[in-house]
């Protein structure tokens, strides 16, 4: 099913076009006679516009023929998750109480990915306004893992996994509220990353404003480092973006720090499957041989599941209150649920828990005074089936509870990443997630660089869709 394009990086396809092996409207079609073949079997897209991507794909190619390439990106394909704003494209959130009106503008990011000369294929996939942690949702159904199309390619960036794990595009934008960049990154052996909170400006407003980031999805580390130095920077219109210049995160890449790392295998909360304990554990000790200095800290914190629900949800329940109270049917199930529980806490109990959080970013500050990364399992387990909403064994937990590892950082607004590291013995992909002081992107970068050019089998292995 593959062209000889499929799954190259933003770097050999940039070479391709820059040598005028091919022009981004031949890469143009070749991706979309890929769709065509793999969307049928994985539901990546919520909304395709192919007349718009065609004259953006014309558009780099006259500039391609001048000599104006406006950098990396430009002539190459991607896709835009289904939370963001896209100017001329529906913004649907996953659920079917939203409009079907077109935009009337671009979110930062998708600006930005313009300016650099991006074609933009469409809307990717998302479970209902990002609030559960797998592939589905009432307004486009299951989307599907490349590995396995059985398993859930996990949530709720779900479409922008599916299709750079299947190799239609190097990288594909997302979002993470409490894991959503990291949780489908895990489960569909990709690099996920969000940076600091603030680096990627956010515009419109996001139903959880304190907790939303924007981030990529790729293959490779250094496809991540060049689409978020695309896509990040200060933006007038998000209060919360951090000003200043961007860090430098390609040179990042393949640098060699001097990194003090605490490695936790369940926060001290946290339950995991024994094979992803194992495949973790045998990364770690991959780590500690490249060099780097690693402790093991079992204990880390509390559980503060009720912290990140609170916020979460009573965002999400806010937006969707009136749809609740008149037309519950059409909203998820398991989402009902939760935005249920989250409209209807006092005031008193909410603030109880924002000041609990400003609480527990301190303690994390405190910790990463001591270490620059924190490593812990991104998952508790590796992929498990379609239309379950949380994996078997983990009924007790919520439809986010159950990844223990990812929601902590949204509460402390630090950058986190997945690393692919490894697979099960079903041949499901493993994760292991990496977590810095605030603002220190550029540690997460350099370390997943060096693991990731330590196992290069693993990020050069082929899904069961796509190959």
Not at 33 to 47: G, Q, T, V
Not at 83 to 104: C, H, K, N, W, Y
Not at 295 to 302: D, G, Q, R
Request: hydrophobic share 40%; with cysteine; charged share 20%.
């Amino acid at each position: 099913m593959a062209s000889g394009l499929a799954f190259k990086t933003i770097r050999e396809l940039r070479a391709d076009l820059s040598k005028k092996e091919i022009s981004p409207t031949e890469l143009l079609d070749d991706v979309i006679s890929r769709y065509e073949k793999l969307e049928p079997e994985l539901n990546m897209f919520a909304h395709v516009d192919f007349d718009s991507a065609r004259k953006q794909a014309k558009d780099s190619e006259d500039r391609l023929m001048k000599g104006e390439i406006l950098g990396p990106l430009d002539g190459i394909p991607t896709s835009v998750k289904d939370l963001i704003a896209v100017e001329g494209m529906p913004q649907r959130f996953g659920s079917l109480a939203t409009s079907d009106a077109p935009m009337p503008a671009d979110a930062p990011s998708v600006e930005r990915l313009r300016l650099a000369g991006a074609v933009i294929l469409g809307k990717s996939t998302t479970s209902e306004f990002g609030c559960k942690a797998v592939g589905d949702s009432p307004q486009t159904g299951i989307t599907r893992n490349p590995w396995n199309t059985a398993k859930t390619p996990g949530g709720s960036s779900c479409g922008a996994a599916a299709m750079v794990a299947a190799g239609l595009v190097p990288y594909a934008l997302g979002t993470d509220g409490g894991g959503s960049i990291r949780i489908p990154a895990s489960l569909c052996n990709l690099f996920g990353i969000k940076a600091n909170f603030g680096r990627v400006a956010v515009y419109p407003t996001s139903a959880t404003p304190t907790l939303a980031h924007v981030g990529p999805l790729t293959r490779s580390v250094e496809d991540a480092a060049i689409a978020l130095s695309v896509i990040g920077g200060t933006d007038w219109r998000d209060p919360f973006t951090i000003a200043g210049s961007q860090p430098d995160y390609s040179s990042a890449v393949n640098s060699k720090r001097r990194l003090r790392i605490a490695w936790s295998p369940t926060l001290g909360y946290g339950r995991v499957d024994p094979e992803v304990a194992a495949v973790t554990e045998k990364a770690v000790e991959l780590i500690s041989s490249l060099g780097y200095q690693v402790e093991l800290v079992e204990k880390i914190m509390e559980d503060p599941i009720d912290l990140w629900m609170a916020e979460f949800y009573a965002g999400v329940g806010t937006r969707l209150r009136e749809t609740i109270e008149t037309k519950p049917d059409i909203i998820d199930p398991a989402v009902l649920v939760v935005l249920k529980d989250a409209i209807n806490q006092d005031m008193k109990s909410y603030y109880q828990t924002v000041f609990q959080r400003y609480e527990f970013r301190e303690k994390m500050r405190r910790l990463f005074s001591d270490y620059d990364i924190l490593l812990t399992p991104t998952l508790p387990v590796a992929g498990f089936d379609v239309g379950l909403n949380v994996p078997p064994g983990y009924e007790d937990k919520t439809i986010v509870s159950w990844a223990t590892f990812t929601y902590p950082f949204n509460l402390s607004g630090q950058p986190a990443a997945s690393i692919p590291v490894g697979f099960s013995k079903d041949g499901l992909p493993i994760g292991l997630q990496a977590v810095a002081a605030n603002h220190d992107e550029l540690s997460i970068v350099a370390l997943a660089g060096s693991i990731e050019a330590a196992l290069p089998g693993i990020p050069e292995r082929r899904p069961v869709v796509g190959r």
